[in-house]
């Protein structure tokens, strides 16, 4: 009989056929008309597609991003049914704190790749030791190498629960967690299920929603801009993710192009400056790393069903069912930081509602991808977030 709790050792190898057939396919893209004189405002642009599916097929080193990946410890195992890949990087600082990165969409784990270095060893970056983390760094369910999901019902909630088990069974009785995107869904409910073991909770932005028309009311401006924004927002990725995942999947699973196409408007739309080109906010091989990731574990539904089970499968949007004494009272134990880029929407008033929120920075750069826009900005509010808690 198998062990259900054996953790076992993980490499990416992905089989050179696959990446032939990548090549391939991106050489056979049949690309669709154009209105002219669009610019973005109807999509991403053919000819800016075209240039960058190119530079995907003759350029992109994947070779080099598996080896990059594979020169960090990283494992699985199986909890609640589900396959779980994570990346495990201790300090060599042996008093250092642990702490749980969770990643969004589009993203992955290679989303803090370049905060690695600085959180598990401040002494080699020009820090204090104090500041150490040992690091563990999961594929959300459904997402990357955390595959195959495990059926309906992975929501925010029980991929909490997920990683709680996870980091017991590291030997992780007590740690820290970040999250940003869908991983700022998932953070709050690790606290929310044991407050006794979460030491705090840090979010790059966090999601946040009015319990009916009185709350949107008196707003402060810089919160009216955010609630303004949050409602403006072109959201029609949402919306296919949240309820049809399964039928948006086909196109995304066949086509590379259009797996490209899918992710690389939201690089450019949630970056910061937003008019400009994604290249000039993230580095374009970190983006088709990522996308390829997406395409080669053929994860673009599994990876979107947290959408639907959060949005259709549940009261989301139903004010009558957004009760703060509902909101989880675990949450209003655990200490929370929360870091706003220029590109977050999230209404403070609303966060300090439903969470103990000790720490607030506001800042007037950087997007919604911060780990990789402006990693040195999240790392130093996640040493000084977690200082003061210790």
């Given at each position: 009989m198998t062990n259900p709790q054996k953790i076992s050792p993980f490499r990416v190898d992905v089989p050179e056929e696959q990446l032939i057939d990548l090549r391939s396919r991106l050489a056979g893209t049949r690309w669709p008309f154009e209105l002219p004189g669009v610019g973005w405002d109807r999509g991403v642009p053919v000819d800016y597609l075209k240039e960058l599916a190119e530079y995907w097929r003759t350029r992109h080193d994947w070779r080099a991003a598996e080896t990059e990946l594979n020169a960090h410890p990283q494992?699985?195992?199986?909890?609640?049914?589900?396959?779980v890949h994570f990346l495990h990087v201790r300090s060599p600082e042996a008093e250092a704190t642990p702490l749980l990165l969770l990643h969004g969409w589009p993203g992955a784990v290679t989303d803090f790749l370049d905060v690695i270095g600085p959180l598990t060893d401040p002494r080699a970056h020009g820090g204090d030791p104090a500041d150490a983390f040992h690091l563990v760094i999961p594929s959300l369910p459904g997402f990357g190498f955390s595959i195959p999901l495990a059926g309906p019902g992975m929501n925010a909630s029980r991929m909490g629960g997920i990683f709680l088990e996870l980091m017991a069974r590291l030997g992780y009785e007590h740690f820290a967690v970040h999250g940003y995107d869908t991983g700022a869904w998932v953070a709050p409910t690790i606290g929310e299920q044991a407050p006794e073991r979460v030491l705090g909770v840090h979010v790059n932005g966090m999601i946040t929603f009015p319990y009916g028309d009185e709350e949107t009311k008196g707003l402060s401006e810089p919160d009216q801009r955010r609630w303004d924004s949050m409602q403006d927002h072109n959201d029609g990725y949402l919306q296919c993710n949240a309820k049809r995942p399964q039928t948006v999947a086909y196109?995304?699973?066949?086509?590379?192009?259009?797996?490209?196409?899918?992710?690389v408007e939201k690089f450019k739309e949630l970056s910061m400056p937003e008019e400009g080109l994604p290249e000039e906010s993230l580095d374009r091989d970190r983006m088709l790393t990522c996308v390829s990731l997406y395409w080669l574990t053929g994860t673009a539904a599994s990876a979107a069903q947290i959408y639907y089970e959060e949005m259709s499968a549940s009261d989301w949007g139903d004010s009558e069912a957004w009760d703060a004494d509902e909101s989880g009272a675990g949450a209003k134990r655990v200490p929370t930081g929360v870091?706003?880029?220029?590109?977050?929407?999230?209404?403070?008033?609303?966060?300090?509602?439903?969470?103990?929120?000790?720490?607030?920075?506001?800042?007037?750069?950087g997007g919604h991808f911060l780990s990789m826009e402006k990693p040195n900005l999240l790392v130093g509010d996640l040493r000084a977030f977690f200082r003061d808690l210790k």
């Open positions: 494992f699985t195992t199986e909890v609640d049914g589900q396959n196109g995304l699973t066949d086509s590379p192009v259009g797996q490209l196409a899918w992710m870091l706003l880029s220029a590109h977050d929407v999230t209404v403070r008033r609303w966060a300090e509602r439903d969470h103990d929120v000790v720490r607030w920075t506001e800042l007037d750069e």
